[in-house]
Structures are given as structure tokens and as C-alpha cells.
């Protein structure tokens, strides 16, 4: 069970950044938060099956707000992602055979 929650969570996850990378490549790139970029990694895995939620809170950073040590962004207070910066994004999802935990820092 524990491995197959990760195949199912790493699942969302390619499917998260396939769609962040999309988004991203545009020329002049959507208006996406951080905030956006939480919210949407959490849909990803909602997709899954046997998945319950988040299994902590969702560290979604721009910039230099990735150096913050458990940053949480907020609505309205978020930065937006640009190419020219680092975005990083640490989550994991609690599903009824594992739990997962994972970082990762991309760029366009």
C-alpha cells in the first residue's frame, strides 16, 4: 500500500507541474500565485484515489520566499511567478495506505 501511494502521488505531482510548466512557457505567463500554485497541487492529488487531504500545510514560494522557513502563503499577500525566479514547492497528501512528503524547486 505505502508504495502505491507514492506511485499515485507522484502522479499528481507530473500532472501538477505538466500543468505549471505549461502555464509558465507562454511568453508572457498567466497570473499565478503562489497561493494559486498551493490550491492546485492539493486538486492534483484530490484526483487520486484513496487520497484525504493534505498531509501539511503547503509551502508554495516564490522568490525569496522560498528562504522563509515554513512559509504559508496568503491570498492577496502571495507573490507572482515569474521565470526570472526560483519557485518552490513543498507538499504532501495523507492517503488511507501512505503519506507523502515532497520538495521541489523548478524553474521556466
Same mark, same amino acid.
Given at each position: 500500500? %505505502? ?30 500565485? !503562489? ?6 497541487? /492539493? ?12 498531509? %501539511? ?17 496568503? /491570498? ?8 526570472? !525566479? ?20 523548478? /524553474?521556466?
Amino acid at each position: 500500500g %505505502f508504495e502505491d501511494c507514492h506511485i499515485r502521488n507522484g502522479c499528481a505531482l507530473v500532472r501538477f507541474m505538466a500543468w505549471l510548466s505549461a502555464e509558465m512557457k507562454e511568453e508572457n505567463p498567466k497570473n499565478i500565485h !503562489e497561493v494559486d500554485c498551493s490550491d492546485k497541487v /492539493t486538486w492534483f492529488r484530490s484526483q487520486e484515489q484513496l487520497f484525504r487531504g493534505p498531509s %501539511f500545510a503547503t509551502i508554495s514560494s516564490s522568490g525569496p520566499n522560498g528562504a522563509v522557513i515554513h512559509y504559508s502563503p496568503k /491570498t492577496g499577500a502571495d507573490r507572482r511567478l515569474t521565470k526570472a !525566479e526560483l519557485y518552490l514547492v513543498d507538499s504532501g497528501g495523507q492517503y488511507e495506505d501512505g503519506t507523502t512528503d515532497v520538495t521541489r524547486v523548478l /524553474t521556466f
